[in-house]
């Protein structure tokens, strides 16, 4: 069972935009993370919010939580072209595993 | 700067094939995890361990086996590959459940 679901599906941008990507789930989660992905690489840790976090922060990051809504946001502040990549979100659900999400694809463009 | 490592990075290989996909971390991490995941799509976790001699089955049913004989090292077993296992293989480890996730860069596996 899916537990995040993203949207975008993809997102282009100029360089120096703002980019939101948004992230919703089902169950209750004890926290919520954001991962990237370059092309043909593996995932890498970008933040971590626990569930009785409503906002983080982490350089050009912003993570926003709402556990009402079951859904998140990740927002990259003026976006620069080494941030094309694929954005996932990932929580642990009601298990001790991580459940990902559909991810969303930016292309930031010079 | 990776502490997890996957070898082969990519393999290209007939029908009927044994295959064994190596996953290695210097972190000292108990849990590790074998996640498939198609171009642009999601990740599915298909293995998973909590430790030496520990080994379960994913939410994503596979014909593949895993073995934990050392905390370092979690190989991922194919007896005999079918076009339906071609796919990126990404290996990972926490130091906790539910903690984030480091990930090596993974094993594109073409079966022809």
């Known amino acids: 069972s899916q537990q995040g679901e993203e949207d975008p599906q993809a997102l282009s941008i100029q360089e120096g935009e703002n980019a939101t990507m948004n992230c919703s789930y089902k169950t209750s989660i004890n926290n919520l993370q954001w991962y990237r992905q370059n092309s043909g690489r593996g995932l890498v840790h970008l933040i971590l919010i626990r569930s009785n976090e409503r906002e983080k922060h982490s350089g050009r990051l912003r993570v926003t939580l709402d556990t009402s809504k079951k859904s998140s946001s990740l927002l990259i502040t003026a976006s620069r072209a080494a941030d094309t990549a694929s954005y996932f979100c990932?929580?642990?659900?009601?298990?001790?595993?991580?459940?990902f999400g559909t991810g969303t694809r930016l292309q930031v463009f010079p | 700067e990776a502490d997890i490592y996957q070898t082969p990075r990519y393999l290209v290989i007939g029908t009927g094939k044994k295959i064994t996909l190596e996953c290695s971390q210097t972190m000292g991490h108990d849990k590790m995890y074998w996640y498939q995941q198609d171009p642009g799509m999601e990740l599915h976790l298909i293995h998973y361990?909590?430790?030496?001699?520990?080994?379960e089955k994913g939410d994503l049913s596979s014909e593949s086996t895993v073995s934990r004989i050392r905390t370092e090292h979690f190989p991922l077993t194919l007896e005999s590959a079918r076009p339906s296992h071609t796919s990126q293989y990404l290996c990972?480890?926490?130091?906790?459940?539910?903690?984030?996730?480091?990930f090596g860069d993974g094993t594109r596996l073409s079966i022809l």
């Open positions: 990972a480890s926490s130091e906790l459940e539910g903690q984030p996730q480091h």
């Open positions: 990932a929580t642990d659900g009601n298990t001790d595993k991580l459940i």
């Open positions: 361990s909590y430790g030496v001699n520990s080994t």
